[in-house]
């Protein structure tokens, strides 16, 4: 959906002109733009219009939009003053295939009503690019493109399919936009960590889709490597990180978070504490993985009763015990690791074959990581421990996760057999505070009210026992 355009900042000492003029460079960054630029002051309006629409219906974006919002209509005010600024369309004749996102802004009228719900749309497309610190790129602008056209044609919206697909669109954005709060609210220090949000909550979500558990394990069997060709690679790669290679460390970390390299690579090293408004992170001095499972799990609900199992969607997890004391010596002999991709080489970094000796030349670090899922399936033969300990939620069904409380120290069994499989080592140990701790569903019941319901029901069985001399009717009406 968006590029890797990275979007300039405002700065807060900056003079009036100079901030309308990083306005400007922002506004062309986040929207790709003619080198000419033309109807820049419509863009720049529209663009200020959709996302006051936006912020309407997802306050989240105050913070990072509002200011934004003052330097674009300072910018337009300014143009317009100086009587700057053409606004006519024969400018646009030709670019609409190349530059889509331009020519919809600049062809919106946001004075009419019937636009209301399209300028939510793109106002929360342009807030999310704006904080992702990327170009925006997507289907909704097209979309929006199709019901401006239509309405200017005179076609009926009701009379297109359009009509649904917009309001859809506004629920998607504004239910990410909603699990993006607490990273929104943290201020500029916790927007970095956006990206990674976003991202993980799309790979969560995406295995957790509606096809049927049989459908949605086979649809990733084919891609992932086979046990045997998977401890070949880790072991190959542990040998490598011994020697002191960061691209093989890297490597290994990503698999045993079970996030896609180009995911786990955004995750911030920590020490202790949570990073400000990231859904995961390191906990380095521990050695633990620890992912926030709630933003990508909005629909089972935060808190049970005292009746129920008390459970925590912070799921941790440990590194191999090897790799875990490498990143230790790697962080503390460079300062300036931040996030796993730190480790990766620039050269390395895009490049999605493994290499190794013994291994076909197919073998990727996408199929690799692939493979953990089924392989701790393998060594704990639990469905649901496979598929937490992993992120391989493909192996579980959706209305399971509602009920599903797994114990911590499972969890740890089962990443201790997978990484004995695959030729990683033991983990590390687990540190006492997670000892009693459950991962998953505030809505298990406790045992004692699980047996109190049993026991009620055997009274309630004993006291309208049927007596001897009933028949089979009398049986039904009692």
Not at 63 to 90: C, I, K, M, W, Y
Request: glycine share 6%; aromatic share 4%.
């Amino acid at each position: 959906m968006y590029s890797r355009t990275p979007v300039q900042k405002f700065g807060d000492g900056e003079s009036a002109p100079s901030q309308v003029d990083t306005a400007l460079r922002t506004l062309t960054t986040l929207i790709p733009c003619p080198p000419h630029q033309p109807n820049t002051i419509c863009v720049a309006r529209s663009a200020a219009a959709c996302i006051t629409a936006a912020i309407a219906i997802t306050p989240e974006f105050n913070v990072l939009a509002v200011p934004f919002v003052a330097q674009l209509q300072e910018f337009v005010d300014g143009f317009q003053a100086a009587g700057r600024g053409g606004t006519s369309d024969a400018t646009l004749i030709g670019l609409a295939s190349a530059y889509p996102e331009w020519c919809c802004l600049a062809k919106l009228d946001t004075t009419s009503e019937q636009f209301v719900e399209v300028m939510q749309l793109l106002g929360l497309e342009i807030c999310l690019a704006l904080a992702r610190k990327m170009t925006v790129r997507g289907s909704n602008f097209s979309l929006a493109s199709r019901w401006i056209r239509d309405a200017v044609s005179g076609i009926k919206q009701h009379h297109t399919k359009d009509t649904q697909e917009v309001p859809k669109a506004i629920a998607r954005l504004s239910k990410l936009t909603h699990s993006l709060a607490p990273c929104l609210n943290a201020g500029k220090d916790a927007s970095e960590h956006v990206n990674l949000n976003i991202l993980a909550m799309s790979a969560i979500s995406a295995s957790l889709s509606s096809l049927r558990a049989k459908e949605r394990q086979a649809a990733g069997a084919h891609s992932a490597l086979s046990l045997s060709d998977a401890r070949i690679a880790l072991d190959g790669l542990r040998q490598l990180s011994e020697k002191g290679d960061s691209d093989a460390l890297a490597i290994q970390i990503a698999f045993c978070t079970g996030l896609p390299l180009h995911i786990a690579s955004l995750i911030p090293f920590s020490s202790g504490q949570r990073p400000k408004g990231a859904m995961a992170w390191i906990d380095v001095q521990l050695g633990l993985i620890i992912v926030d499972l709630r933003p990508a799990l909005p629909d089972i609900p935060a808190q049970g009763t005292e009746r129920h199992i008390d459970s925590t969607f912070l799921l941790s997890r440990p590194l191999p015990l090897t790799a875990a004391n490498q990143l230790v010596e790697a962080v503390s002999t460079n300062p300036g690791l931040k996030v796993v991709g730190d480790l990766l080489s620039g050269a390395k970094f895009g490049k999605s074959k493994l290499g190794l000796q013994g291994l076909h030349q197919s073998a990727s670090v996408a199929r690799l990581i692939s493979a953990a899922g089924q392989i701790a399936l393998q060594g704990c033969n639990r469905r649901d421990l496979a598929g937490i300990a992993t992120l391989s939620f493909e192996l579980l069904n959706k209305s399971d996760l509602h009920y599903i409380t797994t114990k911590t120290d499972d969890i740890w069994n089962a990443c201790s057999t997978l990484f004995s499989m695959v030729g990683l080592g033991g983990p590390v140990p687990m540190p006492s505070h997670l000892e009693s701790q459950r991962v998953g569903s505030n809505l298990s019941p406790q045992m004692q009210w699980v047996a109190e319901v049993f026991e009620e029901a055997t009274v309630a069985l004993a006291n309208s026992r049927a007596g001897r001399r009933y028949t089979v009717a009398s049986v039904v009406n009692h």
